[in-house]
């Protein structure tokens, strides 16, 4: 499978995620619901453009690196703030498990684009650095 493919699928699901992960935080109180959401919205757009148009581009390649960096640290916000994983639900409550399934998943996706992502962009200059030493001996 072309590393490509790879990275979009992962990059996709980490996008999917990072909204069901929104959304729960939004119907337990946890974000405030309204236009501050709005930036957030805009962030997801160039993210999902990123992922599907520009994937195989440095620029798109550097955009889903450092916003699947952002994303992979929501996990770890979670687990080392005051109240815990599920934020402010208790373990035994309606949704923890989905609370929780979705943050758990949306790290693994997230830090796999990160990888996938630093891999394009090492690709890409070491690609370029072989061109460059072509065209030198050529000359």
Request: net charge positive.
């Amino acid at each position: 499978m072309r590393h490509s493919v790879v990275l979009t699928v992962t990059s996709l699901l980490s996008i999917v995620f990072a909204v069901c992960h929104l959304a729960d935080d939004i119907s337990r109180g946890m974000s405030p619901a309204g236009l501050t959401n709005v930036p957030v919205v805009v962030v997801l757009a160039v993210w999902l453009y990123a992922t599907l148009v520009l994937a195989e581009r440095r620029a798109g390649l550097a955009i889903i690196l450092g916003l699947s960096s952002l994303v992979s640290a929501i996990p770890v916000i979670h687990m080392l703030g005051r109240s815990g994983l599920a934020g402010g639900a208790s373990a035994g409550s309606g949704g923890a498990f989905f609370f929780a399934a979705t943050l758990l998943a949306l790290g693994g996706t997230a830090i796999c684009s990160v990888v996938l992502s630093a891999r394009g962009l090492w690709s890409l200059r070491r690609s370029r650095a072989r061109e460059g030493s072509r065209q030198d001996a050529a000359s």
